[in-house]
C-alpha cells in the first residue's frame, strides 16, 4: 500500500509545452501577469511567444533577427509586468560573443525599444527586475535599465562570478578563486610538487556561504606520481530561492548545496546537478542519468521529469510552482513542477 501510494505522490498530470526548432541556441521563459513568455534562439532568429497560466500559447511566436546573423550562446529574459526586457550573446567567433537587450510589449509581439548592444562578454546572460527597473548582468557589471534601455547605474562584480536575480530583484553572486603554491628540487631527479586550494563563496544580502576544495600534483623525473584535478566539474549554480537564494558546486562524487543566508541549510547529493532553483521553503534540483531527466525537492523522492532531455533551467512561477524548460530531440519542452502539500512531494 505505501508503495502505491508514493506512486500516486509522484504521478505526472500537469500542463507543458512543445515548440519544434531547427537549430537551437538558447531558451528562456519569464512569468507576465498570469501567465509567462518564453522565448528561444532558432539559427539567426529569436522568437517569443506569450504562454496562458497552463503553458499553453496564447498567440503566434514574434520573430525578429540578430544583429549580425551568426547564432546565441546566451539568453535570458526578465518583465516588470509591462513589458518584456530580453538580452542575448551573439557569437562572433572563437571566444568572441557580443552582448545585447531589447524590449518587447508584455504580450511579447513586437519590439518596444532596441536591439542595444551592450559589450562584448562571454559571462551569461542574466536579467532581473528591481523596483520596475530591469536589471542586467554584462561583463562582471550589473547595470540598471529603464524600460527604453537608458543605463542608470552600474556595479561592479568580482571577475568570472555568475550571478542570479531574485523575484525582488536582489542579486546573488557565486564568486571561484583558486591559489598555487609550488616547490621544486632534485639534481639527477629534478621534482616538483604543487598544492591547490579553491573556494567557491556564494553571497546575497542575507550573508555568505562557502566551499573549500584542494588537490596537488607531484612531478619528477618528467614522470607524474600524482596528479590530481580540479574537483569542479563546471562552473558554480546560483539560483533564486523565495526573497533568497541558493547555490550548488558540482564534484565527480556529486554536488553540495545550500542556502546562500547565514545560517542557512545545506545538503549533500549524489547526483551532478545540472540547475537548481527554489521557492523560499522546497529547493528543486535537476540532473541527468540513464533514465532520462530526474527531478528532486531536496529531502524527498526523486522522480523523473522526461525520458529523454537536456540544458534544463528551473525559473520559479508562484509560491508552489516551477517551471522546467529543457531540449528533447528537436523541440524544446517547458513542464511545469508544483509542490505537493502537505508532505512536500512533487507532481507536474
Known amino acids: 500500500m505505501n508503495a502505491v501510494l508514493l506512486a500516486l505522490l509522484l504521478s505526472v498530470a500537469g500542463p507543458e509545452t512543445s515548440i519544434a526548432v531547427g537549430d537551437l541556441g538558447d531558451l528562456a521563459l519569464v512569468p507576465v501577469r498570469d501567465g509567462f513568455v518564453i522565448a528561444w534562439s532558432d539559427g539567426p532568429r529569436i522568437y517569443a511567444e506569450q504562454l496562458d497560466a497552463n503553458l499553453q500559447p496564447a498567440n503566434a511566436p514574434f520573430s525578429f533577427p540578430l544583429v549580425v546573423p551568426s547564432s546565441v550562446s546566451s539568453l535570458a529574459l526578465a518583465s516588470n509586468g509591462t513589458s518584456v526586457l530580453v538580452t542575448w550573446h551573439e557569437v562572433r567567433g572563437p571566444n568572441v560573443e557580443a552582448q545585447y537587450a531589447a524590449i518587447l510589449d508584455s504580450g511579447a509581439r513586437s519590439i518596444v525599444a532596441g536591439p542595444l548592444f551592450m559589450l562584448m562578454s562571454t559571462q551569461p546572460a542574466v536579467a532581473g527586475v528591481k523596483d520596475g527597473k530591469y536589471r542586467v548582468v554584462v561583463a562582471s557589471q550589473a547595470w540598471t535599465l529603464d524600460d527604453h534601455l537608458a543605463i542608470e547605474s552600474t556595479d561592479v562584480l568580482p571577475d568570472g562570478s555568475s550571478a542570479a536575480f531574485s523575484p525582488a530583484g536582489e542579486m546573488g553572486v557565486a564568486n571561484r578563486t583558486t591559489s598555487v603554491k609550488c616547490q621544486s628540487g632534485g639534481f639527477g631527479m629534478p621534482w616538483q610538487a604543487c598544492n591547490y586550494d579553491e573556494a567557491v563563496t556564494f553571497t546575497a544580502p542575507a550573508g555568505r556561504s562557502r566551499f573549500s576544495f584542494q588537490w596537488r600534483t607531484f612531478l619528477q623525473n618528467n614522470q607524474w606520481l600524482v596528479k590530481e584535478t580540479d574537483p569542479l566539474l563546471r562552473p558554480p549554480l546560483i539560483g533564486p530561492h523565495g526573497a533568497g537564494f541558493v547555490g550548488a558546486v558540482v564534484t565527480a562524487d556529486g554536488a553540495k548545496v545550500c542556502e546562500v543566508r547565514d545560517g542557512g541549510r545545506t545538503w549533500t547529493t549524489a547526483m551532478p546537478l545540472l540547475a537548481i532553483a527554489g521557492n ?69
Open 280 to 348: 523560499g521553503n522546497d529547493v528543486l534540483a535537476i540532473w541527468r542519468e540513464s533514465l532520462g531527466l530526474r527531478v528532486m525537492f531536496l529531502g524527498n523522492e526523486p522522480f523523473t521529469l522526461s525520458d529523454d532531455g537536456d540544458v534544463p533551467k528551473i525559473v520559479p512561477a508562484g509560491s508552489n510552482a516551477f517551471v522546467v524548460l529543457f531540449r528533447r530531440g528537436s523541440s524544446i519542452v517547458a513542464r511545469k513542477v508544483t509542490v505537493q502539500a502537505p508532505r512536500g512531494r512533487a507532481v507536474r
